[in-house]
């Protein structure tokens, strides 16, 4: 039973550029949630998409964009990318938006030059 | 800003009890807490969560006191591959969706 995985595991973008990062969820959930990690910080939530749709947004700005597809998987993508950028992003997918707990994959980090 | 208070750093000695506290004096009703750990390049990994009675896994307990102002994570017998920074939360379930708001978490420090 594969948990959580993301794509690509690095990436390394220059100031300007775009990117999307993909999320494929545990078997069985249909929840997604976006997180950026800067070092030596806990995650922070970006936004949350169930049912195809956006549910909740953190304190983040527009360049930051999702999609939810209806097998459930995920795309992240950041527009315009700044130096600030350079984080490791963190995908985390559960079964509805309940109590159930969140299963996290292992991120992909990107750099921007 | 995050809804729990972690201490930044804690030492256990390998084979002892690992207890990790965290404050959450502003909980509402109807939020569960929950604890992740995170080892260094890895995602966050579930231990475990609860509403109100104390819950044990095979992992971890977790007590939470009466009032569910505060919780104790406890780790049974650490071992070293126990180091890594311990996370609580605490978060709400309703159909319109959940943020889930970490802060800065424990980093505990298991010795031989």
């Known amino acids: 039973d594969a948990g959580v995985t993301q794509s690509p595991t690095h990436l390394i973008k220059t100031r300007g550029q775009q990117v999307t990062l993909r999320c494929s969820p545990k078997?069985?959930?249909?929840?997604v949630s976006w997180y950026q990690q800067a070092l030596g910080q806990g995650p922070q939530f970006i936004f949350q998409?169930?049912?195809?749709?956006?549910?909740q947004r953190g304190n983040f700005p527009d360049r930051f964009s999702g999609h939810q597809f209806p097998n459930y998987s995920s795309e992240l993508n950041v527009n315009a990318l700044l130096l600030g950028d350079s984080a490791l992003y963190l995908c985390?997918?559960?079964?509805?938006?309940?109590?159930?707990?969140?299963?996290f994959g292992d991120g992909t980090r990107l750099s921007i030059l | 800003d995050a809804k729990t208070t972690q201490p930044t750093s804690m030492d256990c000695a390998e084979g002892r009890a690992a207890n990790l506290p965290c404050n959450h004096s502003?909980?509402?009703?109807?939020?569960?807490v929950y604890w992740y750990r995170q080892i260094h390049s890895q995602g966050p990994q579930y231990i475990i969560h609860?509403?109100?009675n104390n819950e044990t896994n095979e992992m971890a307990s977790l007590i939470i006191t009466e009032d569910r102002k505060s919780s104790t994570l406890i780790l049974p017998h650490a071992t070293l591959r126990d180091t890594a920074v311990y996370y609580c939360?605490?978060?709400?379930?309703?159909?319109?969706?959940?943020?889930?708001?970490f802060g800065a978490g424990t980093r505990l420090f298991v010795k031989a």
């Open positions: 985390a997918s559960q079964g509805g938006v309940g109590n159930q707990p969140q299963h």
């Open positions: 078997s069985g959930h249909d929840t």
């Open positions: 998409y169930y049912e195809e749709e956006e549910r």
């Open positions: 502003t909980i509402s009703g109807n939020e569960y």
């Open positions: 609860g509403l109100k």
């Open positions: 939360i605490v978060r709400v379930a309703g159909g319109g969706g959940f943020k889930t708001i």
